[in-house]
């Protein structure tokens, strides 16, 4: 194996692991913090590579964008604040557990499967690069379409018991991600005369706004103070051996789903965190009812975003497509150094790919020890007493949104959504779906109209090929088992 | 020890505190901002970031490179025109802030004329590419099967006004038929684009090197025109389109600018530092790994590429059809 011959002894001199170690902590404390981002973090430190090795270079900015998916969590834990849009879907269960006191817990159960999602990643990296690939490239318009469908519906109820408000949350999401340019003519629909609405609205103001200003305020209104664990020792965090093999399938599952969507371009963490959510709703047979503080609604989107972000690393470093901002940071750093993402990589360049892929083993490992025996360095930075706390988590969500665009506009934006999170909290509307819709409404929409673009406006085009013919029969059989057991349920009401 | 590299940037860090000593007139007194038109990635970020870091170690002052994507580039573009005109604030100018802006936002009254333009720094030419499975070899292929079936063609859109629908604009012109008729597929970027054509979803997209080399590599994708002045050092068996007989220019393009009236010292110095950027071979190399080219020239030389891409622009969008 090249892994050992050639990649560790690129990734363990004394500079790539310096480098490795500062990207994964930059990048688990941007993930810890709400507001701040890996995006940022990275496009700072972009020029920094111009001037090292390329291996150590590049290993520093994987770390802070990978490192980010583990921190993501620990706000969502002990706040119900994500740290990163993609851990979003880990507060719901997260924060249920911290509130009956099993925050310790909920942070191993993380990192744990955390640990486990990026390790299959990487596997999944080492050994199916190449069918992988060849599989992003055989998705075209409807594939995608079928394939954000099935997403849409599979997570469509994301965090809220009744399905119907679920729905309506979703549908908001969709709206709002209809903001901006039309994606076919390139018309400006929805910006109310505002310039600054022409490429849509910031995720990050929106994420920002619903859910850290809005928990901000409502945690600060409300009586019932959920009490933040101020420490966590080591012992807290041991789960029970029930919670372990309740979380082992979960954690499975979350992994496999996260490692497909993190190959497909434009998809992203956030998306397979929401997926390997929804899937374990649909599949999963908890005990404990998904929502009410489950290991497995942490396990799940926790191992799918970490799997996603080391599977990204797929089409950007063998087919020179990278599916995100991130990722196209990446890619740049690459292209600086003379190195071409593309089919030709591994064989031209081994020591820079195997290096990569055993500094992911490293970092992941030093994010291990970073979130389990350190854990408590982050948990003392976020269980400052509120009235300290809240003041510094708005100053940071400011700073993190004002950062992505340097648009103050966009401030004023996070203003707006944290005061619809704020009455939509009120009104025991989960933002989550919101979120989901907003995301994959845009994905959707772009699929189905290059869709029918290509078919000439056969709506039998979406049925073109085989993958996306299998997928849409999936989503449609989903339909029918979430609807049957529902009526059942309706019946045994009357 | 790969340490010591840091020193630069705590350098350049330190040294706006630094720059207040200086004297007033002397530009540049204090840090400058480039401000990027783009969010962080992509290709336009690439050269802004390379370019800022070259500036940053001529001066010995530090150059931010500050993104302020979104809104067509007017955001980007208002800031520039808003702020003083001392050099201290520009813009990494380009096709889409400047030529296409009147096309795409014609409510918004910027006057190109009074744009301080300081000088050219890099180009990158798109070109047109098929999957390698296509039976589409030459141009002249390519023109002739649209011309031949323009209902069945799909291409890669950018979005209406991008710099790919300028390049297949003009293909259209050349082939006579409307764009309205023919199959146009969104793509969300030079990556994915390059993507869908090599997976055969989509017949043809025009894109820059760096988002097709490795398909290029692999041969999933096939080239067949640089729409650009001259051939490419990295694509030497590739035709220009005007060799090969249609003259399609797509060129995205990258330069200074800064507000209306800016001192001529002012000027000066930046033409100057631009130029020694140019000139430092890290820097080029760099730029070039990224499938960009340096591109010399001054005032004139812009203000001549947005006249004659604006009258372009104006024959291909400006007409409804």
Known sequence: ??????????????????????????????????????????????????????????AMLAGIYYGAEYGGSTASILLNLPGTPSSAVT?????????????????????????????????????????????????????????????????????????????????????????????????????????????????????????????????????????????????????????????????????????????LPGTGTTMASFLGYGIERRVGSSKVPLGSGAVEGVAAPEAANNAASQTAFIPTLTLGVPGSASMAIIFGALLIHGITPGPLMISQRPEIFWGLVASFWIGNLLLLVLNI????????????????????????????????????????????????????????????????????????????????????????????????????????????????PRSKTASSHQ | MKFLHLLPLALSLSAPFAGAVHAQDKFPSRAVNLIIPQPPGGSTDFSGRVLADGLSRHWGVQVRAINVPGGNTVPAVTQMETSRPDGHTVLLDGGSSSSMLPIVMPDQKHDLSKRTFLAMFAESPMIFVVSGKSKINSL?????????????????????????????????????VRASVTRPVAASGGSPAAAQVAGGHVMAAAGSLSSIAGFLQSGDLRAIAVL??????????????????????????????????????????????????????????RLQNGGIAMLSGGTSAVSERVTAETSVMQRIFGRKD
């Open chain 2, 140 to 176: 002249a292929d390519l023109v002739s099967v649209v011309k031949a079936n323009p209902e069945n063609f799909s291409w890669i859109t950018n979005g209406g006004t991008g710099v790919g629908d300028l390049a297949f604009g003009q293909l259209f012109e050349a082939a006579e």
């Open chain 2, 228 to 285: 650009g002045q001259s051939r490419l050092a990295s694509l030497p068996d590739v035709p220009t389109a005007a060799e090969a007989g249609h003259d399609i220019i797509a060129v995205q393009w990258g330069a200074v600018s800064g507000p209306a009236n800016m001192p001529p010292e002012v000027i000066k110095e930046w033409q100057k530092a631009i130029s020694a950027v140019q000139a430092d071979k890290a820097t080029v190399e």
């Open chain 1, 91 to 263: 507060a719901i269960d997260g924060y249920q557990l911290n509130k009956q006191g099993r925050a310790g817990v909920a942070l191993f159960v993380a990192t744990a499967a955390s640990f486990v999602g990026g390790s299959i990643g990487i596997i999944a990296m080492m050994f199916l690069s190449g069918p992988i690939a060849a599989l992003g490239l055989a998705f075209g318009s409807p594939e995608y379409f079928a394939i954000v469908v099935f997403g849409l519906v599979a997570s469509a109820t994301v965090g809220s018991d009744t399905p119907s408000r679920g729905l309506v949350m979703l549908a908001i999401g969709v709206v709002l991600g209809c903001v901006g340019i039309d994606p076919t003519t390139g018309a400006t629909r929805f910006t109310l005369g505002a310039v600054e609405l022409v490429n849509g609205i910031n995720m990050v103001a929106l994420v920002m706004g619903l859910f850290g200003i809005g928990t901000v305020v409502m945690s600060a209104g409300s009586s019932d103070h959920a009490q933040v664990s101020r420490r966590i020792s080591l012992r807290s965090m041991v789960p029970s051996g029930d919670e372990v093999r309740r979380g082992i399938l979960p954690t499975l599952r979350g992994s496999i789903a996260g490692s497909i969507v993190g190959v």
């Open chain 1, 373 to 484: 025996p350190l854990i408590g360095v982050w948990v003392r930075i976020l269980s400052l007493p509120y009235r300290f706390l809240f003041p510094v988590v708005i100053t940071l969500v400011c700073v993190g949104t004002y950062s992505i665009q340097n648009s103050a506009f966009d401030l004023w934006l996070a203003l707006f959504f944290g005061g619809l999170g704020v009455i939509l909290m009120m009104l025991h509307f989960q933002p989550a779906p919101l979120l989901l819709g907003f995301i994959l409404g845009p994905l959707a929409e772009v699929h189905f109209r290059n869709t029918m673009s290509l078919s000439r406006g056969d709506i039998l085009g979406l049925f073109g090929t085989p993958v996306a013919t299998t997928f849409l029969i999936a989503t449609l059989v989903m339909v029918v088992v979430l609807m049957v």
């Open chain 1, 1 to 58: 194996m090249e892994i050992f011959t050639l990649g560790f002894s690129q990734a363990l001199t004394i500079d790539a692991l310096y480098y490795c170690f500062l990207g994964v902590l930059v990048g688990t404390a941007v993930g810890v913090l709400p507001g701040l981002g890996a995006i940022a973090a990275m496009s700072l430190l972009f020029p920094l590579t111009f001037h090292l090795e390329p291996l150590s270079g590049l």
